[in-house]
Structure formats: structure tokens, C-alpha cells
């Protein structure tokens, strides 16, 4: 998983076990030098969380009749998201300041459903677990009824959705 930049291919990997260290360093060992190497503690959200997330989204679209799960999850990632990475995220806020803020709250949910501003594929597990557990009390607020999340993904999000 990579981006192009001015600079040339920007790659990123998740290491979470021996394994995945040789890989990398294997990796490193194939490259043309210079290369330029920075890390960040912790892993992007799981897919597990984001399968979930979308589970969610299609119940709460059946279940109120009236929208369509990017719907749901477009007012998630403005209501719910978009607060967690303004508070833990500089660079964030001042993109979302910039650019979205001063919008209309219909607006807002255009652009984070149809332009597809990035807000829940840039958290971390941890702001994913926050994340989760603020729309399920939302969800159980308003009296409706979610999938529980399999055993081994309720217990990984308590594990990592402790502060640091």
C-alpha cells in the first residue's frame, strides 16, 4: 500500500509481529538508497473494525427506513469523527477548518459522503475503538438494535481501546 508523491513512492506497512519485521527489513535490503525511513507507534483501524462499522451503518439505515447506510455513516464521520481527529490531530483540524468547517451541516455530510473526505480511514485502532464505542451509545440512545461485535473483536477493541 503505497501513495506517489513529489518525492518519489511513499509506502506504508502495519508490523505486528517477527514476521512482519523480517519482511520489512527484506524490503529495506531490495531498495535503491537513499531511502527514508519514519514510523509511528500503533496501527492504522482494523479491518475487522471497519467491517463492523459498515455492519452498523446498514442496520441503522433498515432499522430508521429512511436513509442508506453511506447516509449513516457520512453523519457518524462528522458527528463522531471528525471531533476525535480535530482533538488528537493538528494537521487535521487545520485541513478540516480550512477547507470544511465553515460549510452547512447538509454540506458537510455531501462532502463527507460524495467527495469522500477521509476521516475514519485515518484513525489509528485506538481512535477507532473511541470511534465504535461513541456510535453504539448513540445507537442504543435512540432504542436501536446493533450486531455485537464477534468475542475476539469486542475483546481487541477493550484491549486497545484503552488510553495509552
Known sequence: MGRADEGGLM???????????DGFVRLLCAVKLPVTVTWVQGADRSHEQNALMWIWAGEVAAQLG?????????????????????????GFREKYDKTV?????????????????????????????????????????MGLTLTQPPDDLADYNRRYGRAA
Open 11 to 21: 509506502a506504508s506497512r502495519i508490523l505486528r509481529n517477527a514476521e512482519d519485521v
Open 66 to 90: 429512511d436513509r442508506e447506510a453511506a447516509d449513516v455513516q457520512a453523519e457518524w464521520k462528522l458527528t463522531i469523527g471528525i471531533p476525535i481527529l480535530r482533538a488528537d490531530d493538528p
Open 101 to 141: 468547517r465553515h460549510l452547512s451541516y447538509a454540506d458537510k455530510i455531501v462532502v463527507m459522503r460524495d467527495l469522500d473526505f477521509p476521516v475514519t480511514r485515518l484513525m489509528r485502532v485506538r481512535q477507532m475503538c473511541r470511534f465504535l464505542d461513541q456510535v453504539e451509545r448513540k445507537c442504543v440512545e
